[in-house]
Structure formats: C-alpha cells, structure tokens
C-alpha cells in the first residue's frame, strides 16, 4: 500500500518563480539505516509505515506519497563573499509540509535524492558520510538545546557515488520548520522582483513571526533570532563552517551541516572546513559573519522597507548597529548559566573571558573543561596555568550566593558532544556496514547533559592519531 502521508502544503501554492518542479530518482536497492521514531511520532507519522517497503521507497526518493507536491525552492546567495545570483535546491526536493502534533508546520525534504533544475551540473546525490553527519550532529544539536533542523531517516541507495572516488550513497530525510534563507529574499531582490519580495515577506511572517506587521519588523525579528542563535553555537564550541548567506535560515535555526564540528581544545581562530581557507567563518568570526549577512538581507529588503532609500539605509543601519549589544545579551545568557550566574551582568564578562583566555593559553578541552567546572572540581587542564588559582578563588567567591549555581551550570555545559573523531569512526564503521557506532553515539547524545557510565569513553578528547584537523562538504 503506498506511504499516505497528512500534507497540508503552502510553499507549493507560491508563484512557480518560487521553486522547480521536480520527480522522483528511482534507487537500486533502497535500505534504512537510520529512523527517527520520536520525531516521526511529533510529525503524525506512523514509524511501522516508515519502515515498510512502500515507506522506504519513498524515503530514498525513489517514490512520490500520496499528497506530495514535489518542489525544489529556488534562492541565490553569498558563498564566502562571493555571490551567485542562482542557487537553488540543487540536491534535495521538498516533500511537502505537514503540521505536527505542536502545531506547528514542517516541511519534509529529501536531501541527496538526484538532480534538480538548480544541480548546475551535480548529480544532486549524496554519499553515506555527510548523511550521518547531519543525522548525528543536527539530532544532537536538538538535544542541546539549540534551533535546528532535524533528522527523520537516512536511507542507503545501494548504489555508489563518485567524489574522489566510488563511495556508498544515501539519502537523508531532513525536517525543519521551514527552509526559507537569506538567500531566498537576495534571489529575488537581484532580480529587482518587488512582487515576489511582497510575497515572500508576507510568507515569512505568517511562518515565522506572526506578531511581525511589515518588512522592517521582520528584519528586526531576524535580527534578535540570530543574536540567540549564534550566542547559543557559541556556549557549545560549534562552528559551522559554512556560513554562506545561502545557508542562513531567517526563522535562526541551524540549517546545512557540511563541515560543521565541535571544537575539541579551546581555540577562538579554530577552523575546521577545507574549503575556509582564510579563517572567514572561523569560531570568534561568527558573530561578524552573521552581521555581514543580515546585512544582505536588509539590502534586499530596503524597497520594502522605504522606497526612498535614503530613508530605509538609516533605519537598517541603526538595527544593524545594534546588533553587538543584543548579542553581548544574549552572549552573557548562555555564558553566564556556564559559570553559574544565574543573574550576570556585565560587570561579569572580565570574570568570564579571563577563564576563557586561560583555556585558550592551555588548548583545554572546551568541552571537558566547563563541565568539570560545573562539577565544582578545580579544570586540571588549568592548574598550571598562572592566574587560574586566583580565578578560581574569586569565580568560588562570587558564586556563593547564587542559588543552585552548580545545577544551573550543569544544564548549561553538555557532557557528551558530537566530537569529530567520533563521527568519523561512526562513518568508517557504516561504510563498512555496521551502524551500532552510530546507535551508540547518537544514543550519548540524546541526553548531553546527563553523565552515564556506560558512554564515559565518549567524553574523551582525541588523541594525536585520532585528531581531525579537516572537515570536508559533502558535495
């Protein structure tokens, strides 16, 4: 019986400028790897009829479900300063949208499942290493805490891709409450079509910010979601690593995880993407980065904004201006739960970067390190470290009289992360056709917070063989 999924599509209904129509890329032999039952359970899907042949089968893209309205959204973007005024889906096809248990509603996209109009030449395909990844890193981004899309399946094809050589295929099935970028709004504006930046704006706000009344408390709206967003990748050492405007999501959740990773010893200039070669979205740059390109989203929203530009430029200007301060809040939020302070002002940023240029002096491991402060143990990795005793004594004196601060410091420095060794051993563990590394990861991960012996191992920082130094696209 084939796969009936509840859609309730919208996007579809925009002007075709909007997408690319696109088909179904039938597979070899379709297998599933991976199913997110919780998640599928929130979207009203039944995980039995995920897993039956019929689901599978669509799942790998091999075929269309009753009610899907397959589509391939068009956007332009700015890849590392560089742009393209044509992008576009060019290896994942929308499904279509359902509303979830929530209320909320969620497109379900197909990421690797063959050509579309916007592939410029790809074979929109995906291989078996940057599915897991997102599977792995996306799913426990969920878990932190932190806006993002999510995981429903991955698939293998049965079938290799060529990359630098023959690697095995597969399909992730990708959830996210819309996927609407910066570069779906430059797309638009590059093309001088005030018509369709009407609609897309009208969109976005019934979307994503329904107490948004125009265009300008729109970009405001963005503004403030990506000043949580990145203060929140911040608190856990991540660094995306491709933070193209195409890959900036204005509803501010994590969208596109190519080379993305989790930092191991701490370091403010860390890179780990082959393809960022000047450090441009390294760790300490994100916060500039994400400026640079809100920046583009309010070029392309100053017709709507004002006609007169001359009006519009200042009053984005001013917003743009103040995006330092709204970040320094919401910074101070997520580093002050770290460091126990509930109630942090600014008077405790020093307290706070102090301990953060003293793992970086060490190369301490990021991770390890706050939850060992959290557990009120002395970071061993600092002991050493000239200055820390004393830090360590005043951190102790001004944490005497807040409330639970250990508790509040617990909830907010995870204990298991996706580290890159670990992934790594989970894709080389799955080519070879074993997945219980990946069950077991992903099993850590679920509760980041929560210590368990069973996955103690799981906290280590690579050794010097296990290191990696790169993260590569998966394209």
């Known amino acids: 019986m084939p796969l009936i999924i509840a859609f309730d599509n919208s996007y579809a209904?925009?002007?075709d400028k909007f997408y690319a129509r696109v088909g179904t890329t039938p597979v070899r032999a379709p297998k599933l790897l991976a199913l997110n039952e919780e998640l599928a359970y929130n979207l009203g899907l039944d995980p039995d009829d995920l897993r039956s042949p019929d689901g599978v089968t669509?799942?790998?893209g091999s075929a269309k479900p009753k009610g899907a309205d397959l589509i391939a959204q068009a956007y332009a973007g700015h890849q590392f300063g560089g742009w393209s005024p044509q992008l576009g889906d060019g290896r994942a096809m929308m499904l279509g949208e359902v509303i979830d248990r929530n209320g909320i509603r969620q497109d379900i996209q197909l990421k690797g499942s063959g050509r579309t109009p916007?592939?410029?030449g790809g074979d929109g395909k995906a291989w078996l290493g940057p599915v897991l990844r997102e599977y792995v890193i996306s799913e426990a981004m969920h878990a932190l805490g932190i806006p993002t899309t999510r995981a429903l399946a991955a698939v293998a094809t049965?079938?290799?891709v060529m990359r630098d050589t023959a690697l095995p295929g597969a399909v992730l099935t990708r959830v996210s409450s819309s996927h609407i970028r910066v570069g779906?709004?430059?797309y638009f504006a590059a093309r001088n079509d005030t018509e369709a930046l009407e609609i897309l704006v009208k969109y976005t706000i019934e979307r994503h910010y329904p107490d948004a009344e125009n265009a300008f408390d729109l970009f405001q709206s963005v503004i403030t979601a990506q000043a949580k967003l990145i203060a929140k990748w911040m608190g856990v050492g991540f660094i995306h690593g491709v933070m193209n405007t195409d890959n900036t999501h204005v509803g501010g959740i994590t969208i596109d995880y190519g080379p993305c990773a989790f930092m191991?010893?701490?370091?403010?200039?860390?890179?780990y993407s082959s393809i960022d070669r000047n450090g441009r979205y390294a760790y300490d740059q994100q916060p500039n980065i994400i400026v640079w390109?809100?920046?583009?989203?309010a070029t392309s929203l100053l017709p709507l904004i004002d006609p007169d530009e001359k009006r519009a430029i200042p009053l984005v200007t001013d917003v743009l201006n103040a995006f330092e301060t709204r970040f320094s809040t919401e910074w101070l939020k997520v580093f002050g739960a770290k460091f126990g302070l509930k109630d942090a002002t600014q008077k405790d940023t020093p307290l706070m970067r102090e301990f953060l240029s003293f793992l970086a002096e060490a190369n301490a491991d990021y991770t390890n390190s706050f939850r060992e402060l959290a557990d009120d143990v002395p970071v061993k990795s600092l002991i050493n470290i000239a200055g820390y005793a004393d830090w360590f004594k005043r951190w102790t004196d001004r944490i005497k009289t807040v409330p639970d601060a250990h508790k509040t410091m617990q909830a907010a420095s995870p204990v298991y992360i996706p580290?890159?060794?670990q992934i790594e051993a989970v894709i080389d563990a799955a080519v070879n056709g074993d997945m219980s590394l990946f069950q077991r990861l992903h099993t850590a991960l679920n509760t980041p917070f929560t210590a368990i012996g069973a996955y103690a191992d799981l906290t280590a920082p690579p050794k010097e063989s296990e290191t990696v130094y790169q993260t590569f696209c998966g394209t």
């Open 13 to 15: 209904t925009l002007p």
């Open 58 to 60: 669509v799942l790998s």
């Open 118 to 120: 916007f592939s410029r």
């Open 158 to 160: 049965g079938e290799d």
């Open 184 to 186: 779906t709004f430059q």
């Open 264 to 271: 191991d010893g701490y370091n403010p200039a860390q890179v």
């Open 293 to 297: 390109n809100l920046a583009q989203l």
């Open 419 to 421: 580290r890159n060794h």
